[in-house]
């Protein structure tokens, strides 16, 4: 009986450690953007929880374009 109850703990245990490793992982391109003060960080932030229900296929994009951006630089364009 107690290795019943046991089993059900690690099983909650790693669901909630899977769960929230996936949304943490989800929020790292977020992380990026607000430390180089990106001027589209809440997009990106919005698109990363989007990406969860697309299977996950925009999320590296979403690194790239929070990677893309620099403060003393901008996003890289050659000025007109």
């Known amino acids: 009986?107690?290795?019943?109850?046991?089993?059900?703990?690690?099983?909650?245990f790693v669901f909630l450690?899977?769960?929230y490793g996936i949304i943490i992982?989800?929020?790292?391109?977020?992380?990026?953007?607000k430390k180089r003060?990106?001027?589209?960080a809440d997009a990106?932030?919005?698109a990363g929880w989007?990406?969860?229900f697309t299977l996950h296929v925009i999320w590296p994009?979403?690194?790239?374009?929070?990677t893309l951006y620099r403060p003393?630089?901008?996003?890289?364009?050659?000025?007109?």
């Open 1 to 12: 009986m107690f290795l019943d109850y046991f089993a059900l703990g690690v099983l909650i």
């Open 17 to 19: 450690v899977i769960f």
């Open 25 to 33: 992982l989800h929020d790292i391109p977020y992380l990026i953007a």
């Open 37 to 40: 003060n990106h001027p589209h």
């Open 44 to 46: 990106i932030h919005v």
């Open 50 to 52: 989007v990406s969860l």
């Open 61 to 66: 994009f979403l690194w790239i374009w929070a």
């Open 72 to 80: 003393e630089r901008g996003m890289g364009y050659a000025k007109p």
